[in-house]
Each structure stands twice: as structure tokens, then as C-alpha cells.
């Protein structure tokens, strides 16, 4: 686990002011309602980097990331 860890909360609403995630949005700010991209990795054509890129941030983020893992994703 990285020393600077976030909590998860700052670190999402990190992560949606920073508009680096498509599709991860505030729906409504003031009351902390937020939209988050998603799709079921049973899809067909499902692929972490373009279908999942806030879960894999978040691996990253708190050093849990799929032993082998090569490719980072932008944190």
C-alpha cells in the first residue's frame, strides 16, 4: 500500500474534478451525486483500459493491482 494513500472518497471526487475519466461525472455537486462509467466485463469486446479505467486507477492507487500487470493507466 503506497504511503500517500487517499481515502477513497477524496480520491474520487479527485478523480471527477479532474474530468480525466470519460463519462465520470457530477450529476449534481452540491448534493454529491455522481455518475460513474460502467460496463459488465462479461460484455463482449470488453477492455480494461477503455471499459473500466476508474476501477484500475483505484488498484493502482491502493496497490492491488492483478500480479503481471503491465499497463498503468493515468492516476
Known sequence: MPVDR???RPWLE????GG????LIWVNKEEKIF???WIHAA???W???KD???FMNWAIHTGTTPQGFNTVLST
Open 20 to 23: 480525466k475519466i470519460q463519462g
Open 43 to 45: 460484455r463482449h469486446g
Open 35 to 37: 455518475q460513474i462509467p
Open 6 to 8: 487517499q481515502r477513497m
Open 52 to 54: 473500466a479505467p476508474l
Open 14 to 17: 479527485e478523480q471527477i474534478n
Open 47 to 49: 477492455e480494461l483500459d
